[in-house]
């Protein structure tokens, strides 16, 4: 007996199981008022071609989960016409199911279909262009907006999810859109609305039960607290990155926490806790294999670790090992970053002042500036350059290259 392959290819494509598509045509059938049901015994026999005409209420309520007619899902009429139902049951199960009969057509035709893992993959393509923008300019307003609007959809998508497993990989995709809004918060050095994103992305990401995506927002919560001077928290945000399961899983996202949670010790004055969690980030980064994941954590590798490690060792009072770190995260970073590279080229100035090179590190800002032409300098790294003009005051206030750094960059740095 030949199997009902158009029922499993649909099937496929909304991410149905068996037990998943029993549970959406029961569903359906409440919502019409029917009070039969059916199991995955029946579904097998849909899929097995034994059944090839299912009853008019369920063949209502399949319409009704795929959005296709009963011939299009593969099954097929008996040549002989179906027995007269009575009209009155008939129209109780349609004005029930929130349709108007249009002569014999079932209002399920007109429902608006399941959504499905066809869906999910469409909504979380817009994650990858807010990725790749963020990567070239940085943080902005246009991007936050973006992403929040970005989250709306995915979460009005939910609402019609064929089943509990798509509706929370659609809470999944919303979470990693509003933790996108929150990064180009962090990034633009807007840190109250930063915080409220991130509240709302951890929210979600729980509904999702994702640790990726909960993994995603404690990285962002570290860095936001950090940004605001408040080391302990950037600690435990740090910490609680990497309790998630993911971190175990996975030692990429290992790595990252840990690296994470080595800023926050070095920012809060803890030297050999710094050290140490730096130590772990290089092990756990020398295990990761190459697999799927998730676009956002695309910028972590070797390079990455490596800017990391330069504010780690400038923070601790060893310039010259970061000057080094910087140099070798500037060798590894992608030309496609480049917010990323005028940040590591700022830490790299940094480094170089605070090592008493005065010329070299001004004339090495000039670089971060370079990068960023033609877009308004992120809010992060306009705080880092910040950094380097105090630094540079307080080192040298009288130098000619102190004066002319100040001549040449103070306003476009101050009101980028």
């Not at 097998?44 to 899902?73: I, N």
């Not at 936050?144 to 089943?163: F, H, I, N, P």
């Not at 302990?232 to 609680?240: D, I, L, N, S």
Request: glycine share 8%; with cysteine; proline share 4%.
């Amino acid at each position: 007996m030949p199997g009902n392959f158009l029922l499993q290819q649909a099937m496929d494509e909304l991410g149905f199981t068996q037990e998943g598509l029993a549970e959406a045509v029961n569903a359906a059938l409440k919502e019409g008022g029917q009070r039969d049901s059916v199991g995955e015994r029946t579904v097998r026999t849909w899929l097995t071609g034994k059944t090839r005409w299912p009853q008019r209420a369920k063949r209502d309520a399949l319409q009704a989960v795929f959005g296709r007619s009963t011939e299009q899902l593969g099954f097929t009429p008996p040549s002989a016409p179906d027995v007269p139902e009575d009209d009155v049951h008939r129209r109780r199960f349609c004005t029930a199911a929130g349709g108007t009969a249009v002569g014999i057509t079932s209002p399920f035709l007109a429902a608006r279909p399941a959504v499905g893992t066809t869906d999910v993959l469409r909504a979380r393509k817009g994650l990858d262009a807010l990725t790749a923008l963020d990567q070239t300019r940085g943080g902005h307003a246009a991007l936050e907006r973006s992403a929040l609007a970005g989250a709306q959809e995915t979460l009005e998508l939910q609402k019609r999810a064929a089943t509990q497993r798509i509706r929370q990989r659609l809470f999944t995709v919303a979470a990693d859109y509003i933790a996108a809004a929150a990064w180009s918060c962090v990034d633009a050095h807007q840190l109250g609305r930063a915080q409220e994103h991130l509240s709302e992305a951890l929210r979600l990401a729980g509904m999702a039960q994702d640790t990726t995506a909960q993994m995603r927002v404690w990285n962002s919560t570290a860095l936001l607290a950090t940004q605001r001077h408040r080391y302990g928290e950037a600690v435990a945000a740090a910490q609680a990155a990497q309790a998630t399961s993911i971190t175990r899983r996975d030692p990429k996202f290992g790595s990252l926490a840990h690296a994470r949670t080595a800023v926050a010790h070095a920012k809060s004055g803890d030297r050999q806790a710094a050290l140490r969690s730096l130590g772990y980030a290089e092990d756990a980064l020398a295990k990761a294999t190459q697999q799927p994941r998730p676009g956002w954590v695309g910028f972590y590798g070797p390079a990455e670790l490596q800017a990391l490690a330069a504010i780690v060792h400038d923070q601790i009072g060893a310039p010259a090992e970061a000057e080094a770190a910087s140099f070798r995260a500037l060798a590894a970073l992608p030309e496609q970053y480049r917010r990323n590279r005028a940040m590591a080229t700022a830490y790299l100035a940094l480094a170089q002042l605070h090592q008493g090179e005065v010329d070299q590190g001004c004339a090495t800002t000039a670089a971060a500036f370079d990068l960023m032409a033609g877009t308004p300098l992120p809010g992060r790294l306009r705080v880092v350059l910040g950094d380097f003009h105090r630094a540079l005051l307080t080192l040298a206030p009288t130098a000619t290259a102190a004066r002319e750094w100040e001549d040449r960059y103070r306003s476009e740095w101050s009101t980028a």
